[in-house]
């Protein structure tokens, strides 16, 4: 089975910190997502990652940035955090060939007070 | 930009009834993917439909895709307390990008 874990379950910061959210993944897979999901309003995308050090802006990137160096994390970082960015952050992965679908890890209910 | 949209936002039935949610896609769809979310979890991956015009099943669950590959529909036969959720759609316009547009969801709640 493919395990997708998520640095923090929970997590509270005040505005202007900067945040990191870590997403590993252990199956070996090739993409990788960051989401935000907010009531009615379904998962939106934040930044994906097709491989190694490959990134490329989703729906609603700012205020937002990634790093991927390594082919099992892909972080997430809130440059400087504001409270309009308090939400749930879900990371997922995708084995890269077609038609495949996306494994969830467990999100990270940030609060930015 | 594309948008998918799903109806409706909420559902309360009471066990034994039917349910169904609705997607439409502003744009032709590769494949449409489904996903179920449990209060308090990560959405986890019901089915995948990729041919126009397409219908699976899964024990209660019947899926659709319309013929023009632009809506589809996931229906629960005689409701029960653990299907309790909210259900995703999510449309994928290339098939290869893995880059999917999620509908809003739909939460349903099963009286017992």
């Known amino acids: 089975d493919v395990k997708v874990t998520q640095s923090s379950r929970y997590l509270v910061k005040r505005t202007g910190e900067k945040v990191f959210l870590e997403c590993v993944q252990d199956?070996?897979?090739?993409?990788m997502f960051w989401y935000r999901q907010d009531p009615g309003l379904g998962l939106r995308l934040i930044y994906f990652?097709?491989?190694?050090?490959?990134?490329e802006k989703g729906d609603i990137p700012e205020g937002y940035s990634v790093s991927r160096e390594k082919k099992e994390r892909f972080s997430l970082i809130l440059e400087s955090a504001s409270t309009n960015q308090t939400s749930m952050y879900l990371c997922?992965?995708?084995?890269?060939?077609?038609?495949?679908?996306?494994?969830f890890g467990p999100g990270t209910r940030l609060t930015v007070l | 930009g594309q948008q998918v949209m799903q109806i409706p936002q909420y559902q309360h039935v009471q066990e034994g009834e039917d349910f169904t949610t609705y997607c439409n896609s502003s744009?032709?769809?590769?494949?449409i993917q489904w996903y179920k979310q449990r209060p308090g979890g990560h959405p986890v991956f019901l089915i995948q439909?990729?041919?126009?015009?397409e219908v699976k099943k899964q024990k209660r669950l019947t899926f659709q895709f319309g013929e023009a590959k632009k809506n589809s529909s996931l229906h629960i036969t005689a409701t029960q307390t653990t299907d309790v959720g909210t259900y995703f759609c999510?449309?994928?316009?290339?098939?290869?990008?893995?880059?999917?547009?999620f509908g809003q969801g739909t939460t349903l709640q099963v009286k017992p």
């Open positions: 744009t032709t769809l590769s494949n």
């Open positions: 199956m070996d897979h090739e993409n």
């Open positions: 439909l990729v041919k126009s015009g």
């Open positions: 999510a449309g994928d316009l290339s098939g290869n990008t893995g880059k999917l547009i």
């Open positions: 997922a992965c995708r084995r890269r060939s077609s038609y495949n679908e996306q494994f």
């Open positions: 990652s097709y491989d190694v050090k490959m990134k």
